[in-house]
């Protein structure tokens, strides 16, 4: 079945650990994204790419790292210098550019939820 | 100002009862509108897009008011299953040095009662 998966589930982490959570997709889209919810607050981007090799910032990149070195995968590191890492992280993919380019219709993996503790 | 408000609820609604809620924009150049339905804990999935002429997916309505800069969802004949948080995303208008990204509503909750 074609989807985006997201690991782990739950994440715990210790304050000044580095941690890296997954996002594999076998949709063939082009682009793929980062984002953190809160509660009580809207999703926002940390960081989203367009095309392998390349990724850009989101609105609230501090803290936090991505690769994009296959199509099918963009990882995210949430780094020691992320000061309040616990949230809910939702990778998300898109169809491909069609005219005009940009963000289309977002899928999303079912999340991994990370604790500092 | 948000990008992207809307009432957080929560709606309580009679099963078999209709409910509606709206969802205001700031960017009167946004080009794009979607509901994504997410359920407690889970990742939001879509549930419709917005098109200007508005449009009907079974018990869902979803109007479009760009003067008003609103967007609507109406959901008839509520089932105890469409209890959720209903997320209203825009997309921003594309411009020189920004792609036309998703802006997220935080949700309207609906609670559907037996």
């Known amino acids: 079945d074609g989807g985006i998966t997201q690991s782990p589930k739950y994440l715990f982490r210790k304050e000044g650990q580095n941690v890296t959570l997954s996002c594999e997709q076998n949709l063939n889209h082009d682009a793929m994204y980062w984002y953190r919810q809160d509660p009580g607050q809207g999703l926002r981007l940390i960081y989203y790419s367009q095309i392998v090799n390349d990724f850009q910032k989101g609105d609230i990149a501090e803290g936090y790292s991505v690769s994009r070195e296959k199509k099918e995968s963009f990882p995210l590191t949430v780094t020691s210098a992320q000061k309040n890492p616990t949230a809910f992280y939702l990778c998300?993919?898109?169809?491909?550019?069609?005219?005009?380019?940009?963000?289309?219709?977002?899928?999303f993996g079912p999340g991994t939820r990370l604790t500092v503790l | 100002r948000k990008e992207v408000e809307q009432d957080p609820g929560p709606f309580n609604v009679p099963e078999g009862a209709t409910v509606a809620f709206n969802c205001t924009y700031s960017n009167s150049a946004s080009q794009s509108f979607f509901w994504y339905r997410q359920d407690c804990r889970k990742e939001p999935k879509l549930l419709m897009s917005v098109y200007s002429s508005g449009n009907e997916d079974g018990r869902f309505t979803a109007q479009l008011n760009r003067a008003s800069q609103y967007i609507s969802l109406l959901i008839r004949d509520s089932k105890l299953s469409d209890s959720a948080t209903y997320l209203c995303v825009v997309k921003s208008p594309m411009t020189t040095d920004s792609w036309g990204k998703l802006q997220f509503g935080a949700g309207t909750q609906v609670v559907v009662t037996p």
């Open positions: 998300a993919s898109s169809s491909p550019r069609g005219a005009g380019g940009g963000a289309d219709t977002q899928y």
